[in-house]
């Protein structure tokens, strides 16, 4: 933190003696912040990748990967990045500080800007008790916190079993255990930016909504607008727009798109599937540019079909631990011969002396598809808040508590 404050702060126009080529200092800081990334986060990656292609036999660091490091270094690069654009002015470090380790959005998000978040601390207005945003807060926690326990932590029982045992599944098993993955994914990690606005709105600080109903949309455009909705921002406003954007011709759009995408599957992890996630989406994203500039369209319920199932299938590979583990999966999906088969999970649910787990998950996957008919968490904060709000508040808060009997960890804690 100390750091970027002192490079930001020689960046604006706080320190006018600094005599350095504003562009080298800001590519030095920008090196600095992805140096560290990449040392705990892919060295190991690379000597894997080095030993496999020169038969070597380099020790691995296994390095214990520092909590939110990829998230708080996302959030100072566009710091840097804002002051050379002369979009920041920070004289004070501790303000810098608590813009940067806010702890509700510290780490997994959502990516706030300085510019959006400095005001708030500094307005005299949020220093005093205001109870609707704190009412508003309950609320829209509870909701994250059923999100997590309820629906995507029982989800991730079958998930994890299917993605452990990808060799043995039939064709239904295979397609219960993608959908369980990608309703998990966004019940954890909406789950998780739900609490950490109700818990910002506790200290009157309005933090961006990050989830749009994102398994709804109708195109993979669509898809980057709703979901990660501050990720997709930093990567069109921090990568995709300095690589040229939208202004030097389709083919540099296109290899604009598909670079920025790879870069985002990167982010993710370190690891081949990741990159073909993110290649996979990048493709998409031209393919759906291509599409529109020939005039093409289709009915939306067929545009809908298409667009979840692409996005159902990318996550396999996102999901899975190794790339044969990925085939495995979409073999079963596609060509299997057991078709009705669910011999693993009737297996799954007796194993350990699991009670009703099965009918966990059942219910799970059930509100997962329901989910498609409600209002999002973003429309219900912007209502007014009645009795039967309070009451349905303090209905999923219990029923959530009876299921904070067990280690629990969020999906993105370990991106």
């Known amino acids: 933190m100390l750091f970027n404050y002192i490079v930001g702060n020689s960046l604006n ?7 350095i080529h ?24 690379f000597l894997e990748n080095f030993n496999l292609a020169f038969d070597g036999s380099v020790p691995l660091l296994h390095l214990a990967l520092p909590l939110a490091i990829s998230f708080f270094t996302f959030q100072q690069i566009a710091y840097l990045v804002d002051s050379y654009r002369a979009e920041t002015a920070e004289y004070d470090f501790l303000n810098y500080a608590l813009f940067v380790t ?16 400095m005001p708030q601390f500094a307005s005299k207005w949020n220093m005093v008790k205001n109870y609707k945003n704190i009412a508003t807060g309950l609320f829209i926690f509870s909701i994250g916190l059923f999100k997590k326990v309820v629906i995507a932590d029982h989800l991730a029982l079958w998930a994890n079993f299917g993605f452990a045992h990808t060799q043995t599944l039939t064709m239904l098993e295979s397609w219960i255990t993608s959908l369980s993955y990608t309703f998990q994914l966004y019940f954890d990690f909406s789950g998780y930016t739900d609490m950490a606005i ?17 398994y ?46 790879i870069l985002g599957g990167i982010w993710h992890g370190a690891g081949w599937t990741f990159v073909f996630w993110g290649f996979l989406h990048g493709m998409a994203l031209v393919t759906h540019r291509v599409w529109k500039s020939l005039g093409f369209t289709m009915p939306k319920s067929l545009a809908w079909f298409i667009t979840f199932n692409f996005i159902n299938i990318a996550w396999v590979f996102f999901r899975a631990k190794a790339w044969e583990d990925a085939i495995d999966i979409l073999k079963s999906m596609f060509f299997s011969n057991d078709y009705g088969k669910l011999s693993n999970i009737l297996y799954f649910a007796a194993m350990d002396d699991k009670k009703f787990v099965l009918l966990f998950i059942i219910v799970s996957f059930a509100l997962a598809l329901f989910s498609f008919m409600f209002k999002n968490s973003n429309i219900l904060i912007q209502k007014t808040l009645t009795y039967s709000y309070m009451l349905y508040s303090a209905l999923l808060f219990f029923i959530s508590i009876l299921f904070l009997n067990k280690i629990s960890t969020f999906l993105y804690f370990n991106f």
């Open 22 to 45: 504003k562009k080298s200092l800001l590519t030095f800081g920008v090196i600095s912040n992805l140096a560290l990334l990449g040392y705990f986060k892919y060295t190991n990656f």
């Open 198 to 214: 109700g818990a910002a709105l506790l200290f009157n600080i309005k933090l961006p909504i990050n989830f749009n109903s994102p």
């Open 102 to 117: 806010f702890f509700p959005q510290l780490i997994a998000g959502p990516i706030v800007h300085h510019a959006e978040m």
């Open 216 to 261: 709804k949309a109708l195109d993979i455009q669509d898809f980057w607008r709703r979901w990660h909705i501050t990720l997709s921002r930093f990567l069109r406003d921090y990568i995709y727009i300095p690589l040229g954007g939208n202004r030097k011709g389709p083919f540099r759009i296109y290899t604009n798109l598909l670079a920025t995408f």
């Open 13 to 19: 126009e706080n320190f006018k003696k600094v005599r």
